[in-house]
């Protein structure tokens, strides 16, 4: 089956400025996604199209681009929908990074920043000595999957707010990047890390518009890594910058009257000198009805309540990340619609119930099949044990 | 769960064949050089001959953790100790004018209905399964293919990141590696690894092929040799799966 697809397309030669922005149509097959598309008006319309691409299936992370406005990766997205709504969509190049042609934009600075926050591990003294492999248990990693998920397609960096006005900060990905190494329990340099990622174009930067959230096409979330960091600077003791001292008020008020004191907010954060210089501001705001005048000192009727869940906090010893953590696993579920009683497959619309190995009704497993992926015996789990055969010989 | 716009949960996944791994590539030692000096490989476009002929799930990563770090860490030691490569002016002209052949060529058939045909043909005649007559056919149809590739046209005749030069550059390569496969498959009666001939030569041969093929392009053509396989620890077995 096939359909016929409008695109149009920012077209933009660097050696020479010319931009414009041109309209295609073709026929593609039902399934095409917008990269297989680009393929279709590259290969049959027009050879001087520019875009990047390699491996076509979300590993490689090279056609980043962006679809009316917002980044996409192009073979994630698929066209029927977007077809049978009848939409044209503009493509154009990613945000926040030079144009070198069409579709294809200069990432330089992107892995410049990269290199930046030491994208490798730097193991610390606790190292077995004797040349062994240093494994870990699984769980011990779970915390930095989302991060490790990265592919550096830079979709996040393209709709980076902060870096709009300050194209120095280190951004999304190399700052999500940085967690995966600060979260890693092998790493030696965690709270040297800290420190250069808390300096004037670090994590503080972020205006938390969650834009790099929304546009991941992987789900690393860099906004909800770039929260992890500050809370682990946190509690490393690093709140020399105004963020810190921001987000440490904001828990202050919470805990002591239950209520965010607002007034006390710019004192506790940018300290006296600037305060005072904020005054007229503040009377501004005042006179406009945004601020009140005089702060009615009071305390919340339930602050109990928050007492104890910052009591909580302490005694489960889940600070820092760890508390960030918990509660990505937490809202995951809910946005999962997980219910323990609830099954997937009994959704109306759901596609008919697959058999899953050994389960009542599923054709018989090969014997010693391995469905082609070559098998997992305990010697490739654990380091030194003799590599053990299959009985029946094979690989 | 969503992979290519799909929630298998709810709609069927559109199946078809991909490359996953392409097996065998350029020759190189364990520190990634080939026969060219001062020319390094690594990952898949490397054949350092770990892998026997199939490679399995997972073992591809050796690619690039192990000989990957062994190829960089060797390309930067010769290339530290030799600043400069003369390469011989007449060899530099060929590439440039071949560049500009392809440039200022004004018609002429697109790649992609070569690259196409090229794929299709491919996988009919030389995939899964493999019969004499088929890849003797197949060959034919290279030959046929780099005739007319000798007319492809570039539509782009830009300098800044012209990707229809470049593949159509690269197309030239895959007509060639095509044909250098289909002449080492041919000659390799038996089945091994991924080369399966279950209907001539179903079973494997190790007194006559246990040995790598090696190609190379003399004048305008592969050219077919062998090297022995060292082997160490793991002697070959039959497939019982």
């Known amino acids: 089956m096939a359909m016929r697809v409008g695109l149009k397309i920012w077209r933009y030669d660097s050696s020479t400025g010319d931009r414009a922005l041109r309209e295609y149509e073709v026929d593609a097959p039902e399934e095409a996604t917008l990269l297989d598309v680009l393929d279709i008006v590259k290969d049959r319309v027009d050879g001087t199209l520019a875009y990047r691409k390699s491996c076509r299936m979300m590993i490689c992370g090279s056609c980043g681009m962006r679809m009316d406005g917002g980044a996409v990766l192009a073979c994630k997205t698929r066209m029927l929908p977007i077809v049978e709504a009848g939409h044209v969509p503009v493509i154009s190049a990613m945000g926040n990074l030079p144009i070198v042609k069409d579709l294809v934009v200069d990432m330089s600075p992107f892995w410049s920043k990269f290199r930046a926050v030491g994208p490798w591990l730097q193991p610390g003294y606790d190292q077995p000595q004797d040349g062994r492999e240093y494994v870990i248990a699984q769980e011990r990693l779970n915390h930095v999957h989302k991060e490790a998920l990265c592919i550096n397609c830079g979709c996040c960096v393209s709709e980076c707010n902060a870096m709009e006005s300050d194209p120095e900060f280190l951004g999304p990905q190399a700052l999500a990047k940085g967690f995966r190494f600060v979260g890693d329990p092998r790493e030696g340099r965690v709270v040297e890390r800290l420190e250069e990622y808390n300096d004037e174009h670090g994590i503080w930067q972020c205006t938390r518009c969650y834009f790099c959230n929304e546009r991941c096409p992987k789900g690393v979330d860099p906004r909800d890594a770039i929260a992890k960091l500050g809370a682990e600077s946190v509690k490393a003791g690093i709140t020399r910058d105004m963020g810190a001292k921001h987000a440490l008020w904001f828990a202050r008020s919470a805990e002591t009257t239950g209520w965010l004191r607002e007034e006390e907010l710019i004192p506790k954060t940018q300290g006296w000198v600037s305060t005072i210089k904020q005054m007229k501001f503040a009377m501004s705001l005042m006179s406009h009805g945004k601020a009140r005048p005089v702060p009615i000192p009071h305390t919340a009727a339930d602050v109990d309540e928050a007492r104890k869940l910052r009591s909580l906090v302490r005694e489960q010893g889940v600070s820092g990340a760890m508390g960030i953590v918990q509660g990505e696993h937490a809202l995951a579920a809910l946005g999962h619609g997980f219910e323990p009683d609830r099954d997937p497959y009994d959704r109306e619309d759901a596609f008919p119930r697959p058999y899953l190995p050994g389960e009542n009704g599923a054709p018989p497993t090969p014997a010693g099949g391995d469905a082609g992926m070559g098998s997992r015996t305990q010697a490739d789990v654990t380091p030194g044990a003799e590599p053990t055969r299959k009985p029946e010989g094979g690989a | ?241």
């Not at chain 2, 030692?29 to 001062?38: I, Y």
């Not at chain 2, 500009?100 to 992609?112: K, Y």
């Not at chain 2, 030069?165 to 895959?174: D, N």
């Not at chain 2, 003399?218 to 396989?229: A, C, I, R």
């Open chain 2, 1 to 241: 769960m969503v992979f290519a716009g799909i929630d298998p949960i709810y709609e069927p996944v559109p199946v078809r064949p991909g490359a996953h791994y392409h097996m065998g590539g350029v020759e190189t030692d364990s520190d990634g050089l080939t026969e060219l000096t001062g020319l390094y490989a690594a990952g898949e476009v490397a054949c350092v001959s770990v892998h026997g002929a199939n490679r399995l799930g997972g073992n591809s990563l050796m690619e690039t953790i192990t000989f990957g770090r062994r190829a960089g860490r060797a390309a930067a030691e010769w290339a530290l100790s030799h600043t400069t490569i003369e390469v011989p002016e007449a060899v530099e002209r060929d590439a440039e004018r071949e560049l500009q052949t392809l440039l200022e060529r004004e018609s002429g058939e697109r790649p992609w209905q070569i690259r196409d045909e090229l794929g299709s043909t491919m996988l009919e005649n030389f995939g899964v399964f493999r019969e004499e007559q088929k890849m003797l056919r197949q060959l034919e149809i290279i030959d046929d293919l780099r005739e007319r590739y000798e007319n492809v046209y570039v539509e782009d005749k830009g300098e800044v990141f012209n990707s229809d030069l470049t593949q159509a550059i690269e197309l030239g390569y895959l007509l060639d590696v095509a044909a250098c496969m289909l002449q080492a498959g041919v000659a390799r009666k038996e089945s091994r690894g991924a080369h399966a001939r279950p209907h001539d030569y179903p079973d494997r041969d190790d007194e006559n092929f246990l040995k790598h093929s090696i190609t190379r392009w003399v004048d305008d053509g592969p050219e077919l040799s062998h090297k022995d396989v060292r082997m160490t620890r793991w002697q070959p077995e039959a497939r019982t799966y």
